[in-house]
């Protein structure tokens, strides 16, 4: 896996999301902003227009080398979530992006992000996914959304975070918290290589749980959906913010 390929990936799925969110906290040029699981810097090298102060944080070393490679203008350190390293009320909004369903406290992350800003300030979760709302099409594939799920639980992941995101935000104290599902559209197929990169990640998450036979055919059966158009892939995705 290019991790670096995927997490960027995953940043231009939210790009709209992202502008208009910022937008609603009145984020202005030269305030700070502290992304929480910063990775391999994707998104923070996305906000480079915004002439903000960038700060990242992660605890995967080598992610973080990598991010000093690709979002050079951003002070980063390593770190865990439920424990972050900066003085409280230091930052104008702090957000995460695919983080919250990796963590051991949802909770506690979220309320070390309410710490750290300012009175006033934005605390933004912008992507948890929610696997239990899994929908696929044609029903060869929902198969296949099953041993996902199974596979990142047992990677450690808590596959319907998404749907407790209001809750974990209401539950740290937290003002003005609005929380919404990223929309699924589907105007046409993705690139070959966005296909060949959601199989690689398929393949990393399911390892032994699939014959190679039964993977290959499941895959011709995804590849020929979309060439029809009759693909259906959709894991409601969910976003919060709230005020301190």
Same mark, same amino acid.
């Given at each position: 896996?290019? %991790?670096? !390929?995927? #997490?960027?990936?995953? +940043?231009?799925?939210?790009?709209? /999301?992202?502008?208009?969110?910022?937008?609603? =906290?009145?984020? &202005?040029?030269?305030?700070?902003?502290? *992304? $929480?699981?910063?990775?391999?810097?994707a998104?923070l =090298?996305?906000? !480079?227009?915004?002439?903000?102060?960038?700060?990242?944080?992660?605890?995967?070393?080598e992610?973080?080398?990598?991010?000093?490679?690709?979002?050079?203008? +951003?002070?980063? &350190?390593?770190? !865990?979530?439920?424990?972050?390293?900066?003085?409280?009320?230091?930052f104008?909004? $702090?957000?995460?992006?695919? $983080?919250?369903? %990796?963590?051991?406290?949802?909770?506690?992350? $979220? =309320?070390?992000?309410?710490?750290?800003?300012?009175?006033?300030?934005?605390?933004?979760? /912008?992507?948890?996914?929610?696997?239990?709302?899994?929908?696929?099409?044609? *029903?060869d594939?929902?198969?296949?959304?099953?041993?996902? *799920?199974?596979?990142?639980?047992r990677?450690?992941?808590?596959?319907?975070?998404?749907?407790?995101?209001g809750?974990? #935000? @209401? +539950?740290?104290?937290?003002?003005?918290?609005?929380?919404?599902?990223?929309?699924?559209?589907?105007?046409?197929?993705?690139?070959?290589?966005e296909?060949?990169?959601e %199989?690689?990640?398929?393949?990393?998450?399911?390892?032994?749980?699939?014959?190679?036979?039964? #993977?290959?055919?499941?895959?011709?059966?995804?590849?020929?959906? %979309? &060439? @029809?158009? *009759?693909?259906?892939?959709?894991?409601?995705? #969910?976003? +919060?913010?709230?005020?301190?």
């Amino acid at each position: 896996m290019d %991790w670096h !390929d995927r #997490f960027t990936q995953q +940043a231009r799925w939210t790009a709209g /999301l992202r502008g208009y969110l910022f937008e609603r =906290s009145g984020l &202005a040029p030269g305030q700070r902003l502290l *992304e $929480v699981g910063c990775g391999t810097g994707a998104l923070l =090298s996305s906000l !480079d227009g915004f002439n903000l102060q960038l700060h990242g944080l992660d605890i995967d070393g080598e992610f973080l080398r990598q991010a000093q490679r690709h979002a050079p203008a +951003a002070r980063l &350190a390593r770190g !865990d979530a439920h424990r972050l390293p900066y003085a409280g009320d230091s930052f104008d909004l $702090v957000c995460c992006h695919f $983080v919250l369903l %990796w963590v051991r406290d949802p909770g506690q992350v $979220v =309320s070390e992000m309410r710490r750290m800003v300012r009175p006033g300030g934005w605390v933004l979760a /912008l992507a948890e996914p929610d696997y239990g709302g899994r929908v696929d099409y044609p *029903e060869d594939l929902i198969r296949l959304g099953t041993l996902q *799920e199974a596979a990142l639980r047992r990677q450690g992941a808590e596959t319907r975070l998404g749907r407790r995101l209001g809750a974990l #935000f @209401h +539950a740290s104290n937290l003002r003005e918290v609005g929380t919404g599902v990223l929309g699924g559209q589907w105007r046409q197929a993705p690139s070959m290589q966005e296909q060949a990169q959601e %199989w690689a990640v398929l393949q990393a998450d399911l390892g032994d749980e699939i014959t190679d036979s039964e #993977f290959r055919r499941l895959q011709q059966i995804d590849n020929e959906a %979309w &060439a @029809h158009g *009759e693909r259906v892939l959709f894991v409601p995705t #969910f976003y +919060a913010l709230g005020v301190k």
